[in-house]
């Protein structure tokens, strides 16, 4: 199929000294098949195909062997219980698991603060946007913690795509956002205090930003598979905002429209971002503002992530082991399970996102 460039095909080009062996190897071990050999009477380069893939072996050509990564349903079934497969021109081929079960890492839970201030670090990465990494110790691999912004307004280079995830929500601390997710209707504004659950695999995008937008992205595990689904059209046909994708529903949760009850705590109210419920429980996230006489009682907590980012106004926080900090907008912390902690001294103005994560292995 010829695209918009004008190519129509793509080949990986290996080295290949041993060509007849070669082919023989992809086409009889790997399932490929030959597309095209020539010259027919003393070949030198062979195609052959399979797999969505075109491999070039090319007799005459001095490059690495290179390394082919396959997909399979069963990897120890093809690798004959050897675990790895070399082919007769050296090309390594990796075996892995075409629908690997997600991998959650141990969990190491640990104190963790980190500041917005002038020694931010922020990286780019994914569709020109910028990430300040709020866990850096990631609590084992188990958990991830994003500040990201985009500074100019217009539209994102982002397109469809999915994240192989246990859990993962979005919250709009600045700005404005226009995106759209599968099976939820047409693009919406996502604006300052609004928040989203983005249940695993379902598909969604980022179409357009204001300038300066800002929000925290809280994932498990750290490490996961961004993966694009180019087939898909967004907005789909189709409105079902009941659907179940791997045991959780989407959130929208409408800042604007929502309520403010009390809060655990004494002096302070909190607005409920819907999460508990569309994860079964599984997670739990609150905008929590202070109203009255703040307690400065001290708790501890039993879930594996309690992850909490200021948003406006100060405190001080008082950790058992880890001494007396004053927060102030764009700080963020984690205090591991079972420790005693407390915000004192909040001001008049103090408002943080909380997000806590169940233990996994707890019914």
Excluded at 322 to 332: E, I, Q, T
Aim: with cysteine; glycine share 10%.
């Amino acid at each position: 199929m010829k695209s918009e460039t004008g190519i129509r095909a793509a080949e990986v080009v290996l080295p290949c000294t041993e060509l007849e062996e070669t082919i023989a190897f992809f086409v009889e071990r790997l399932g490929f098949r030959v597309a095209a050999i020539f010259p027919a009477d003393d070949p030198s380069t062979a195609v052959v195909s399979g797999h969505g893939l075109r491999v070039r072996l090319q007799r005459d050509w001095s490059g690495p062997p290179g390394v082919l990564r396959l997909l399979c349903d069963d990897p120890g079934a093809i690798a004959g219980g050897i675990g790895k497969l070399i082919a007769p021109n050296g090309t390594r081929i990796e075996l892995a698991d075409w629908d690997a079960p997600l991998v959650l890492p141990l969990l190491r839970p640990s104190f963790v603060l980190t500041r917005l201030g002038e020694g931010a670090h922020w990286k780019l990465g994914r569709a020109a946007m910028q990430y300040r990494d709020l866990i850096p110790d990631r609590q084992g691999g188990r958990f991830i913690a994003s500040h990201i912004r985009i500074a100019e307004q217009g539209p994102v280079p982002d397109y469809v795509h999915y994240h192989e995830v246990r859990f993962q929500m979005i919250y709009c601390y600045k700005g404005w956002a226009r995106v759209v997710y599968e099976d939820q209707g047409p693009p919406f504004t996502l604006s300052a205090g609004d928040c989203v659950l983005q249940p695993p695999t379902i598909r969604h995008r980022v179409l357009e930003s204001s300038a300066g937008l800002e929000v925290i992205e809280i994932s498990s595990p750290a490490h996961h598979a961004t993966l694009a689904d180019h087939a898909l059209e967004l907005p789909t046909s189709r409105v079902r905002p009941d659907r179940d994708f791997g045991g959780q529903r989407f959130v929208r949760h409408e800042a604007a429209a929502a309520s403010w009850l009390r809060w655990r705590h004494p002096g302070f109210e909190a607005r409920d971002l819907g999460i508990a419920a569309a994860t079964g429980g599984g997670a739990t996230a609150h905008v929590v503002r202070r109203h009255g006489a703040a307690s400065a009682e001290p708790s501890r907590h039993e879930a594996e992530l309690q992850f909490r980012f200021v948003l406006a106004g100060a405190a001080t926080l008082e950790c058992d082991g880890h001494g007396a900090h004053r927060l102030g907008p764009g700080d963020a912390f984690v205090v591991p399970p079972g420790v005693l902690h407390k915000l004192a001294e909040a001001s008049d103005e103090l408002e943080f996102l909380e997000v806590a994560v169940a233990d996994a292995e707890r019914p």
